[in-house]
């Protein structure tokens, strides 16, 4: 949990909200040779990412994804969450309540549960289909990218693209796509 002094610089940072709501568009990225966890997500159309520093699978960087959206959104003051997700098992379970709850636990999801439930009916979910090139994919591989590049190591090719586009995209104050 981020310290009462990072929190301000947080929220001035985005000061100030033009509307309660906020639209996140979220995705996680597993790399598959180390099976190191990364995500991107956006907040009203502005970039965020990390690598989590952990290893697991695409569910896992998926749900923290979401998980650290939803949770960077309710710092900042937001008060109605819009989740965008390429995965159809949260959407699925949370919008569509078509997954039982009591199935299918793990630290994770059960982490993600307790968020979503603390939101309850301020949060909604709704699935749009990517094709893994859209901006918070990218900026997950991005981050992947600088870890990598930070301990001397070479990067994929999926990774140098993702570096080389959201470099020109930041360059250019994000007037092109991510």
């Known amino acids: 949990m981020p310290s009462t002094e990072e929190r301000e610089v947080l929220r001035q940072e985005h000061r100030p909200l033009a509307t309660h709501e906020v639209v996140l568009h979220a995705d996680g990225s597993a790399d598959k040779g180390d099976g190191s966890l990364s ?15 952990e290893r697991g699978h695409e569910h896992l960087a998926e749900r923290e994804a979401i998980r650290l959206a939803l949770a960077h959104a309710q710092l900042l003051g937001y008060e109605r969450f819009r989740v965008r997700s390429d995965h159809r098992f949260h959407v699925r379970r949370y919008a569509e309540d078509l997954i039982h709850r009591g ?72 007037r092109v796509l991510y």
């Not at 995500?39 to 520093?53: E, K, M, Q, W």
């Not at 307790?114 to 289909?129: K, M, N, P």
């Open 39 to 53: 995500v991107g997500y956006t907040l009203n159309g502005r970039p965020h990412a990390a690598f989590l520093g």
């Open 103 to 174: 199935r299918r636990k793990s630290g994770s999801l059960e982490r993600l549960d307790a968020l979503v439930d603390e939101l309850r009916s301020s949060v909604s979910f709704e699935h749009i289909g990517t094709n893994a090139t859209d901006a918070p994919h990218r900026l997950a591989v991005h981050a992947r990218a600088l870890h990598r590049l930070a301990l001397g190591q070479p990067l994929s090719r999926s990774q140098a693209v993702a570096l080389r586009r959201v470099h020109f995209a930041r360059r250019l104050g994000g």
